[in-house]
Structure formats: structure tokens, C-alpha cells
């Protein structure tokens, strides 16, 4: 009589229900560790480079009352939840008597809380991940929520007031939920994962592609047209509820948002071409950041997802499988078509290939399991391609806390200058490296020095330039230099009076920064 093989994503020889429980609470305790470790980087002198955009806007809106963005280049949903951050860390410090009224409060005092919000946001993208990878088997969505846990990418982002992690979880959720209405199968549970593609179009407009899961699952899944067409329009009408509930003055102020959408597509649309095509630059932040082994695993996921379509298109597991293969292609398809290329644009795509890439290995490990019947040679496989994957974002994770938490040197300048510089007097700082606190001094932030020339400064009574290698770099470093720019910083550092330069090094990492005083005319 043949020897029947119990599967090994739920075998209790292999594992254990209650050892199960107690990795998935390590991984998402460590992630929550890396998330949340150095949160105070940078307050309040090295802000996160779009971080005031959001910061400030929702504490004039606590100031004043006034709920309108006057800003669209993101929707408005996490400036609402930052308003929401910074109500609740004023009461707390009036309460602690850090302060008696608004006025006596600036941006900076809210930085923090902000950034605890996004680093939690962060992590339960770790329990969604499981959450949703589990539907293939429970061993892969505990793989999958390990390699996303350390992912360096996003536990850098997850240190910042900014759209990205919010956005990637809201998307996630969305993928949770519509697993979730086609095992209810009902028209209201469509609505609701609808619901939340719209939240993360209202997080960052390119969240809404968060809408192609339900509709994926939807047509992938079971059930006849005429019900899908009545789901698809509740996904549809869940969307725009969700978006205009997170983003009202899309509709509030209408003329204001078509303006600034239109030109904010027209700048992804016309601006200067990268030096490589699009999806070149991201396959090398992905091979830097998720690595090689983990890009190899999830090639071969995607490979065993779509074979799983072929041959069980209706099962549960092959349409979490699926979605997930085909929402990070088109997802990776569409970043990598536009022309402004960064890299925590890819944030959204990382769950989806920590997804892919643990169900591979999950499904080695089985295969493994099946053909000796050894869980021991199983576990230790496995462990070996998890450590694998995991090795080079967990290093990368690790090195940028230790560097956060170095004196770097936007801090030393910092310092420097509030012990040097008097009180009230102008200061020209290039970049948003560095800023500065303007009610003891007139700082003002500058894209780059050579936009002006000595004279300018010298007639606009600035009396000290502080310089960034953030900005001269190409002009004085790069091989070839910027043409034409290195002739005109060459000129406005020789005409001015040099105090002081804080350079990179092991112990204080970041930029150069130069500080100058302008003489007087």
C-alpha cells in the first residue's frame, strides 16, 4: 500500500500551530523593531526631503481650521491622518505642559508622532502580507511575511512622513480584501475592498491601481457575468467613495486639483529622459534592495503561479497566486514607463514579490518534503533559502539604522551654526538638507546656489550661503562635471568669505556641506 505524504505547509511534524504563532509574532516583532528604531533621525534640523509637505500642512490646518490642502501633489488622505497625529501629540503635550496654546507649537514638534504613524502603518503591511500569502498555504504566508519584514526599502520609508507606506498598506489591504469577498461572495464585500483601493488613491494618486485586484479577482474567479457585472460596479462605486471620502477638495475645489493634477502628469510625461530606461533603474534598485537570490525566487514564483492558473484556475491558492504575479507586473510596468524615476516608488511592489518569492520556496520545501518524507531536511532547506533571501535587505536594513543614529554631518553643520551664526541674520542654505528654525534666523532653502550669482546675494542682504555636495556634486565632482556649472560655484566660492566644511566619513555619514559667510558690499 503506497505511503500517503501529509503536505508539508500544514504538517505538524514539520511545524508546529503553536510554533507557527510564535514565528509570525517574532517576524512581525522584528519588523516593528526596524521600523521603529531611530525615529528621530534628522528633527528638526534633516527632514525627510517631501516631508514638511505633509507635516506642515497639517499643523497650519490645526492652527487655523482651514481643512483645505492648498496642495495636490498628493491627494490629502495622510495629511488628514497627520492632523488627526498632531491633535492628539498637542493634547498629550499640553497635558504634559510642554505647551499652553497652539502658537507656542512649531512643525517640529510633531515630526516624531508622524513618523510612529508611518512606521506602524509599516508594520501591520507585515501581518497583511501574511494575511493574504497564507491563502496559498499557512508556511507561505509565514516565508513570505519574513522576507518583507526586512525589507530595507521599506523599513528606510517607514522612517518618514511620507505617502509611500501608507500607501503600500492600504494596496495590500485591498489585495486582503478581495481574497476575502470571493470566499464570502457577495456584492457587499466587493464594495469594501473597492473601499480601500479608493483610501490608497487618496494616500497617493498611483495607489490607485489598487483597484485592478478586485477586478482581477473577480474575473479570474468564480461566479457568472451578471453577478460579476453587479460586483464590478460596487468595486467601482467603492473606489470613488473611498477616494472622495480621503481626498474631498478633489470635488471641493475642483478647478485648483484639475490645474495641479494636470501639471503634476505633465512633469511624469515631459520631463528629462533618465540616463537608463525606467525599468533598468528599478531592476537594479530591486537587485540592490530585495537582492538576486530573492528576484530568482520570485521569477520562479510568478512562473508557478501562472502554471496554477492553467491547471487549477478556480482554486483559492492559484487566484492569490495569480493576483499577486500580475498585479507586480503591471504594477513594475507602469512606474517603469514614466519618466520621473525614484526609488521608493517600488515600495508597492515589494510585498507582492515577497509573496512570490515565499510561496517558491514554499513549494520547494513541499516538493523536498514529498519525495524524502524527511521534515528535518525540509526545515533545514528552508532555512537556508530564507536566510538566503533575507541576508542582503536585513544587512541593508540594519546599516541604515546604525547610520541614523550616527552624528552625521547636516547635524555637525547644524550644531555649527547655532553656535556661530548671531541671531536674526539671513542665511541662504542650498537644498532642504537642512533646515532651519526661522523665527531665530531668516533662513531661506535654495534648489542650488548658482541659480543667483554673488551680487544677488550680496543686494538681498544675505549674509551667510551654506552649500551641499546634494547640489554641487555633479557641478564639482562628477566625471565629466556639469558643464558650465562648476565654472559658476568656482566663481561664488571664491568671491565669498569660506568659515567652515563638514566632510562624509565613517563616523559622521551624509553630504558636505560648506558654510560661507557673504561679505558686505
Not at 64 to 80: E, V
Not at 173 to 182: Q, S
Not at 283 to 290: G, M, Q, S, V
Not at 363 to 391: D, F, K, Y
Request: charged share 15%.
Amino acid at each position: 500500500m503506497a505511503r500517503t505524504i501529509e503536505p508539508l505547509m500544514s504538517s505538524p511534524a514539520f511545524i508546529s500551530r503553536r510554533g507557527h504563532l510564535v514565528l509570525l509574532t517574532l517576524i512581525v516583532v522584528l519588523g516593528a523593531v526596524l521600523r521603529f528604531t531611530a525615529l528621530g533621525q534628522g528633527i528638526p534640523f534633516a527632514i525627510g526631503v517631501d516631508e514638511p509637505e505633509i507635516v506642515e500642512r497639517a499643523v497650519r490646518m490645526m492652527k487655523t481650521g482651514d481643512f483645505h490642502p492648498h496642495f495636490f501633489d498628493y491627494p490629502g488622505l495622510y495629511i488628514y491622518i497627520q492632523l488627526l497625529t498632531a491633535c492628539v501629540r498637542f493634547v498629550a503635550g499640553g497635558i504634559a505642559g510642554l505647551w499652553a496654546n497652539l502658537d507656542s507649537t512649531t512643525p517640529a514638534d510633531f515630526y516624531l508622532w508622524g513618523r510612529a504613524v508611518t512606521a506602524a502603518f509599516g508594520t501591520l503591511t507585515i501581518v497583511l502580507v501574511y494575511q493574504g500569502a497564507k491563502r496559498i498555504s499557512p508556511l507561505a504566508g509565514l516565508i513570505s511575511a519574513a522576507i518583507f519584514a526586512v525589507q530595507s526599502m521599506h523599513v528606510r520609508e517607514s522612517h518618514f512622513v511620507l505617502t509611500d507606506v501608507p500607501t503600500t498598506f492600504f494596496i495590500v489591504l485591498t489585495w486582503v480584501l478581495a481574497l476575502r469577498a470571493h470566499d464570502h461572495h457577495t456584492v457587499r464585500a466587493f464594495f469594501w475592498a473597492g473601499v480601500t483601493a479608493g483610501l490608497a488613491a487618496a494616500t497617493k494618486y498611483n495607489g490607485g491601481v489598487a483597484i485592478l485586484l478586485p477586478l482581477l479577482v473577480l474575473l479570474i474567479g468564480t461566479g457568472g457575468w451578471p453577478w460579476k457585472l453587479r460586483a464590478i460596479a460596487a468595486v467601482t462605486g467603492g473606489a470613488a467613495s473611498g477616494f472622495l471620502a480621503g481626498a474631498p477638495y478633489t470635488v471641493l475645489a475642483l478647478p485648483e486639483f484639475l490645474n495641479a493634477f494636470a501639471y503634476l502628469s505633465h512633469m511624469y510625461a515631459i520631463g528629462p529622459p533618465p540616463p537608463e530606461p525606467g525599468w533598468v533603474i528599478y531592476l537594479k534598485h530591486l537587485r540592490l534592495n530585495f537582492s538576486t537570490p530573492g528576484l530568482l525566487l520570485a521569477a520562479g514564483g510568478l512562473g508557478l503561479g501562472l502554471r496554477r492558473l492553467w491547471h487549477q484556475p478556480r482554486n483559492i491558492a492559484t487566484l492569490c497566486w495569480v493576483t499577486t504575479a500580475l498585479f507586480a507586473l503591471l504594477y513594475f510596468w507602469i512606474i517603469a514607463g514614466q519618466r520621473l524615476i525614484y526609488g521608493r516608488y517600488l515600495l508597492p511592489v515589494l510585498p507582492f514579490l515577497s509573496v512570490l518569492a515565499g510561496s517558491a520556496v514554499a513549494a520547494v520545501l513541499e516538493a523536498v518534503h514529498a519525495r524524502l518524507a524527511r521534515p528535518m531536511a525540509a526545515g533545514i532547506l528552508g532555512t537556508v533559502l530564507v536566510v538566503t533571501v533575507c541576508w542582503l535587505p536585513t544587512v541593508n536594513a540594519v546599516s541604515s539604522l546604525i547610520d541614523a543614529r550616527k552624528v552625521g554631518t547636516a547635524e555637525q553643520t547644524y550644531r555649527w551654526m547655532i553656535e556661530h551664526l548671531p541671531a536674526g541674520a539671513k542665511i541662504g542654505i542650498e537644498t532642504r538638507g537642512i533646515l532651519f528654525d526661522t523665527r531665530e534666523h531668516r533662513a531661506e532653502n535654495l534648489a542650488r546656489l548658482v541659480h543667483e550669482d554673488f551680487h544677488f546675494y550680496q543686494s538681498e542682504g544675505f549674509q551667510y550661503l551654506v552649500a551641499s555636495s546634494q547640489a554641487f556634486w555633479t557641478a564639482l565632482y562628477a566625471n565629466p562635471p556639469e558643464p558650465g556649472a562648476a565654472s559658476r560655484y568656482n566663481d561664488l566660492f571664491r568671491r565669498l568669505e569660506h568659515l567652515t566644511t563638514f566632510m562624509p566619513d565613517q563616523a559622521h555619514p551624509g553630504a558636505e556641506w560648506r558654510i560661507y559667510r557673504v561679505p558686505t558690499p
